[in-house]
C-alpha cells in the first residue's frame, strides 16, 4: 500500500474514461450497466484513490443493511453514546452519519474521501435532545468520540432497501467507500434478498467483510446462528467473521437505548485490533484494495461491452431513419420522372393552360401539387421509421411522434416548394433578359421571335415548371419553350431547371431526417468510450 503515483494516475484517467460513458438507450442491460458504472465512479473517488494517495488515513467501517437492522443502534453503541438518530423515522432520512477519533477528524473534514457530501457539525446530542437532522440533504454530519480508537472511523449509512430511491443510491455509494464492509441483519430477515445482495457484491469485490445477525431471540439464537453460518458457507462466504447479539430490551422500543457493552464488546474489539494492529490494518486494507482493483478487469469490459451496445442500438436507429428517407427520396425521383406532380388540380390547370388557366394559376397549382407529393414521401418514412423502431427495445427513449411533424412539417415543406417557385422564376426572368440583350454582348443573339412577341417571364416559368415536372403529358411544354427561347436556351434553361427540382427534394428530405436523427444525436452515443474504457484498463493493468 506505498505510494505509487503511475498507479494513482492510471486509477484517475481510468475514472474519467468512466465518467465519461453514457448510456441513454433502455437497451436490457442498461440498468445494471448504469449502476455499474455509478459503483466505480463511488469507488474510485470515495475510497480506491484517496486510499492509494494516503495509506496511513484511518479506516472507514461502514455500517449497511436493511431498515430497521439496527445500524444506527449498533453504531451508537460502539460509540458509547449516541450520535445517529435511530427508530421508526430513521428509514425516511438519507443523511450519513461518520464518528471518528478527534485526532482523526482531519482526515474526514475535507473531501479526501464522500467529495459529493458536503461536511456539517451540529451541536452534540445528548439523552434529552437527539442528533437533528442537517438541512442540506446532500450532506455528511461528522461526529468525534474518544471513544473510537484512532485509526478507525465508523460511518452509519441509510438503509440499502429504503423507499427512498435517493436513500438506496447513497447507501450503495458509501459502501463503495468503505475499507471494511459491516452488514447488519436481523433474525427475522437473515434470508431476505437485499442482504444477501450486499454480500455477493462484497465477495465479487473481495472487501473486507464482517457481518452482524442482531436482534436474535435468546430462545432460538443456537438456531439460526447455524442457519445463518450454513448459507454463509453456501454463498462461499464461510470465513467471514460473524457477530451475534441477542434480542434485548435496548434494542426494541424504537431502538433509543445503548446496549450492554457484552453485547458489543466482540465486534468493538475487532475492529478495534483492525485499527491497532499494523499486520491486521495492512491485511484489510490491502485486501479491499486489491479486490476492487482485479474487479475492474471483469468490470470495465461489461461496461464497455454495454457502450458498445449503445453504440450499435443507436446506429440501428439512426441507419432506419437513414434508410427510410433514401428509399422515399429514390422513390420522389421516380415519380418526378414520370410526372406525378401532374395530377388533380395541376393536371386540370395544365389542360386550361394558357386559355382558361393564367401562368400563375398553373404555377400555384403546380408548386402545391410538388408540395403534396413530398409531405407524402415525409409521412411515407415517417411510418417506416416508426415500423422500424417498433422492434427496437431502445427507441423507447426516443419521441414516439416525428419532432416538428404535423402541421409544423406541411407548413416546412410549402416554404421550401414555395422558394423552389421563387428562384425557378429568377431563372426564367434571367433567361428573358439575356434573350432580350443587344447583338454583340456576349455573343450572338440567339434566334427568336421579333421584339414585339418578346416572351412574358412568367409564361417561361410556368411552361418551365410543367416542363420539369410534368413528364411525358408536359412534353408541349417544353416545345413551346424551344419556340420562344431557342432551342439551345430552352435546353439549358431545364438543365438549371432540373437541378433546382433535385436540389429542393434534396433539402426537404435531408432536412426533415435530420429533424428525426436530432433526439437521437442529442443523446451523443459514440463507440469512442468503449475503446478508451478498453485503452485505460490495459494501461491499468500493466502498473498494478
Same mark, same amino acid.
Not at 89 to 110: N, S
Not at 210 to 239: C, F, M, W
Not at 304 to 320: S, T
Not at 468 to 475: D, I, M, S, T, V
Given at each position: 500500500?506505498?505510494?505509487?503515483?503511475?498507479?494513482?494516475?492510471?486509477?484517475?484517467?481510468?475514472?474519467?474514461?468512466?465518467?465519461?460513458?453514457?448510456?441513454?438507450?433502455?437497451?436490457?442491460?442498461?440498468?445494471?450497466?448504469?449502476?455499474?458504472?455509478?459503483?466505480?465512479?463511488?469507488?474510485? *473517488?470515495?475510497?480506491?484513490?484517496?486510499?492509494?494517495?494516503?495509506?496511513?488515513?484511518?479506516?472507514?467501517?461502514?455500517?449497511?443493511? #436493511?431498515?430497521?437492522?439496527?445500524?444506527?443502534?449498533?453504531?451508537?453503541?460502539?460509540?458509547?453514546?449516541?450520535?445517529?438518530?435511530?427508530?421508526?423515522?430513521?428509514?425516511?432520512?438519507?443523511?450519513?452519519?461518520?464518528?471518528?477519533?478527534?485526532?482523526?477528524?482531519?482526515?474526514?473534514?475535507?473531501?479526501?474521501?464522500?467529495?459529493?457530501?458536503?461536511?456539517?457539525?451540529?451541536?452534540?446530542? =445528548?439523552?434529552?435532545?437527539?442528533?437533528?437532522?442537517?438541512?442540506?440533504?446532500?450532506?455528511?454530519?461528522?461526529?468525534?468520540? #474518544? #471513544?473510537?480508537?484512532?485509526?478507525?472511523?465508523?460511518? =452509519?449509512?441509510? =438503509?440499502?432497501?429504503?423507499?427512498?430511491?435517493?436513500?438506496?443510491?447513497? /447507501?450503495?455509494?458509501?459502501?463503495?467507500?468503505?475499507?471494511?464492509?459491516?452488514?447488519?441483519?436481523?433474525? #427475522?430477515?437473515?434470508?431476505?434478498?437485499?442482504?444477501?445482495?450486499?454480500?455477493?457484491? /462484497?465477495?465479487?469485490?473481495?472487501?473486507?467483510?464482517?457481518?452482524?445477525?442482531?436482534?436474535?431471540?435468546?430462545?432460538?439464537?443456537?438456531?439460526?446462528?447455524?442457519?445463518?453460518?450454513?448459507?454463509?458457507?453456501?454463498?462461499?462466504?464461510?470465513?467471514?467473521?460473524?457477530?451475534?447479539?441477542?434480542?434485548?430490551?435496548?434494542?426494541?422500543?424504537?431502538?433509543?437505548?445503548?446496549?450492554?457493552?457484552?453485547?458489543?464488546?466482540?465486534?468493538? @474489539?475487532?475492529?478495534?485490533?483492525?485499527?491497532?494492529?499494523?499486520?491486521?490494518?495492512?491485511?484489510?486494507?490491502?485486501?479491499?484494495?486489491?479486490?476492487?482493483?482485479?474487479?475492474?478487469?471483469?468490470?470495465?469490459?461489461?461496461?464497455?461491452?454495454?457502450?458498445? /451496445?449503445?453504440?450499435?442500438?443507436?446506429?440501428?436507429?439512426?441507419?432506419?431513419?437513414?434508410?427510410?428517407?433514401?428509399?422515399?427520396?429514390?422513390?420522389?425521383?421516380?415519380?418526378?420522372?414520370?410526372?406525378?406532380?401532374?395530377?388533380?388540380?395541376?393536371?386540370?390547370?395544365?389542360?386550361?393552360?394558357?386559355? *382558361?388557366?393564367?401562368?400563375?394559376?398553373?404555377?400555384?397549382?403546380?408548386?402545391?401539387?410538388?408540395?403534396?407529393?413530398?409531405?407524402?414521401?415525409?409521412?411515407?418514412?415517417?411510418?417506416?421509421?416508426?415500423?422500424?423502431?417498433?422492434?427496437?427495445?431502445? /427507441?423507447?427513449?426516443?419521441?414516439?411522434?416525428?419532432?416538428?411533424?404535423?402541421?409544423?412539417?406541411?407548413?416546412?415543406?410549402?416554404?421550401?416548394?414555395?422558394?423552389?417557385?421563387?428562384?425557378?422564376?429568377?431563372?426564367?426572368?434571367?433567361?428573358?433578359?439575356?434573350?432580350?440583350?443587344?447583338?454583340?454582348?456576349?455573343?450572338?443573339?440567339?434566334?427568336?421571335?421579333?421584339?414585339?412577341?418578346?416572351?412574358?417571364?412568367?409564361?417561361?416559368?410556368?411552361?418551365? @415548371?410543367?416542363?420539369?415536372?410534368?413528364?411525358?403529358?408536359?412534353?408541349?411544354?417544353?416545345?413551346?419553350?424551344?419556340?420562344?427561347?431557342?432551342?439551345?436556351?430552352?435546353?439549358?434553361?431545364?438543365?438549371?431547371?432540373?437541378?433546382?427540382?433535385?436540389?429542393?427534394?434534396?433539402?426537404?428530405?435531408?432536412?426533415?431526417?435530420?429533424?428525426?436523427?436530432?433526439?437521437?444525436?442529442?443523446?451523443?452515443?459514440?463507440?469512442?468510450?468503449?475503446?478508451?474504457?478498453?485503452?485505460?484498463?490495459?494501461?491499468?493493468?500493466?502498473?498494478?
Amino acid at each position: 500500500m506505498d505510494e505509487r503515483p503511475q498507479l494513482i494516475d492510471a486509477l484517475s484517467a481510468l475514472r474519467d474514461r468512466v465518467a465519461a460513458v453514457r448510456l441513454p438507450l433502455p437497451l436490457p442491460g442498461a440498468p445494471r450497466a448504469r449502476q455499474t458504472r455509478a459503483e466505480l465512479l463511488a469507488q474510485l *473517488d470515495d475510497y480506491l484513490v484517496p486510499r492509494l494517495k494516503d495509506p496511513d488515513a484511518p479506516l472507514l467501517a461502514v455500517v449497511g443493511g #436493511s431498515t430497521g437492522a439496527g445500524k444506527s443502534t449498533l453504531v451508537n453503541s460502539l460509540v458509547g453514546r449516541r450520535v445517529s438518530e435511530a427508530g421508526v423515522l430513521r428509514p425516511t432520512t438519507r443523511t450519513p452519519v461518520l464518528v471518528c477519533h478527534p485526532e482523526d477528524h482531519h482526515w474526514f473534514a475535507g473531501m479526501r474521501v464522500l467529495p459529493q457530501l458536503t461536511r456539517v457539525w451540529l451541536p452534540q446530542a =445528548d439523552e434529552d435532545h437527539p442528533p437533528e437532522e442537517p438541512p442540506d440533504e446532500n450532506a455528511l454530519r461528522v461526529e468525534t468520540a #474518544s #471513544s473510537l480508537p484512532r485509526g478507525l472511523a465508523l460511518l =452509519d449509512a441509510p =438503509d440499502i432497501d429504503s423507499l427512498v430511491v435517493e436513500n438506496r443510491l447513497l /447507501a450503495a455509494e458509501l459502501m463503495c467507500a468503505a475499507d471494511i464492509w459491516v452488514m447488519v441483519t436481523t433474525a #427475522s430477515r437473515y434470508a431476505d434478498a437485499v442482504p444477501w445482495h450486499l454480500l455477493r457484491t /462484497a465477495k465479487e469485490y473481495d472487501a473486507t467483510l464482517v457481518t452482524v445477525l442482531d436482534r436474535v431471540p435468546h430462545q432460538v439464537i443456537g438456531e439460526v446462528s447455524r442457519q445463518y453460518e450454513a448459507l454463509l458457507d453456501k454463498a462461499g462466504l464461510g470465513e467471514v467473521p460473524r457477530f451475534t447479539i441477542p434480542e434485548l430490551p435496548e434494542s426494541t422500543g424504537g431502538g433509543r437505548g445503548l446496549l450492554p457493552e457484552s453485547a458489543v464488546a466482540p465486534l468493538r @474489539a475487532w475492529l478495534a485490533h483492525r485499527a491497532e494492529d499494523p499486520a491486521a490494518r495492512q491485511q484489510a486494507v490491502t485486501r479491499t484494495a486489491t479486490g476492487v482493483i482485479d474487479s475492474l478487469d471483469t468490470r470495465l469490459p461489461e461496461l464497455a461491452g454495454a457502450v458498445a /451496445a449503445q453504440y450499435a442500438a443507436a446506429v440501428r436507429l439512426g441507419g432506419a431513419v437513414e434508410a427510410a428517407y433514401r428509399e422515399q427520396g429514390e422513390r420522389v425521383r421516380r415519380e418526378l420522372a414520370r410526372g406525378a406532380v401532374l395530377a388533380g388540380d395541376a393536371r386540370t390547370r395544365w389542360r386550361a393552360y394558357p386559355r *382558361d388557366s393564367t401562368a400563375e394559376e398553373l404555377l400555384d397549382a403546380l408548386t402545391e401539387s410538388l408540395a403534396a407529393l413530398l409531405h407524402c414521401a415525409v409521412s411515407a418514412a415517417d411510418e417506416r421509421v416508426r415500423e422500424a423502431h417498433r422492434r427496437e427495445p431502445a /427507441a423507447a427513449q426516443l419521441p414516439s411522434e416525428a419532432p416538428g411533424g404535423g402541421r409544423e412539417a406541411v407548413e416546412r415543406i410549402g416554404l421550401e416548394a414555395r422558394r423552389w417557385r421563387r428562384i425557378l422564376e429568377e431563372l426564367a426572368e434571367d433567361e428573358v433578359r439575356e434573350v432580350d440583350r443587344p447583338t454583340g454582348a456576349r455573343g450572338p443573339r440567339p434566334v427568336r421571335a421579333s421584339r414585339a412577341a418578346l416572351p412574358d417571364a412568367e409564361t417561361v416559368a410556368a411552361l418551365l @415548371a410543367a416542363s420539369l415536372l410534368g413528364g411525358r403529358r408536359a412534353r408541349p411544354a417544353g416545345e413551346r419553350l424551344a419556340e420562344l427561347l431557342g432551342a439551345r436556351t430552352a435546353l439549358s434553361l431545364r438543365d438549371k431547371g432540373g437541378d433546382l427540382v433535385v436540389s429542393c427534394v434534396d433539402r426537404v428530405l435531408h432536412a426533415e431526417r435530420d429533424l428525426r436523427l436530432a433526439p437521437l444525436d442529442a443523446l451523443d452515443v459514440t463507440p469512442e468510450p468503449q475503446a478508451e474504457l478498453i485503452a485505460a484498463l490495459s494501461v491499468l493493468q500493466k502498473e498494478k
